[in-house]
């Protein structure tokens, strides 16, 4: 069940998502800033390139922000296990995680798309630009990174 006024979209499903966003009156022909926070790792990486090529489409001065998770083997022990509590969660109320990308690839992929400019913001430079100095030694974890694409 979803909240009233919510909705349901398939990423995995051709044009789905687009055309829902263009009837709810989305103009694509005007910059835009498009924040994707926690969906990539639910979409395959198929579906996740698609999105990109959909969104690399966008005006000229668009922007997207976009969350993805890199590969297990790239986190430490603790952070690993994190995920794979987070993961298994996910998987056990029906919403497995399909994709994780390393960062390069992520890069690769949205200049692929036909980003005109791409780059890998990681959890390191985040917590050194937001958290640094916290006395309660709150950080961001490194399960999670983001990628910044400009059109």
């Given amino acids: 069940m979803h909240p009233a006024g919510t909705s349901v979209v398939d990423f995995e499903a051709a044009g789905s998502w687009w055309d829902r966003l263009l009837a709810a009156g989305f103009d694509a022909g005007e910059p835009a800033v498009v924040a994707s926070l926690g969906v990539s790792m639910y979409l395959t990486k198929d579906a996740n390139a698609a999105t990109l090529r ?51 690839e992520i890069l690769a992929m949205a200049r692929q798309a036909g980003f005109t400019a791409a780059r890998h913001v990681s959890a390191a430079a985040l917590n050194e630009r937001y958290f640094a100095g916290r006395a309660d030694g709150l950080r961001t974890s490194r399960g999670e990174a983001l990628l910044v694409a400009t059109t």
């Fill in 54 to 104: 959909q969104l690399a489409s966008l005006a000229t001065g668009s922007a997207l922000v976009m969350t993805f998770a890199p590969p297990l083997e790239s986190l430490s022990e603790s952070e690993r296990q994190g995920r794979l509590t987070a993961e298994n969660g996910a998987r056990a109320s029906g919403t497995p995680w399909l994709s994780s990308f390393a960062p390069e």
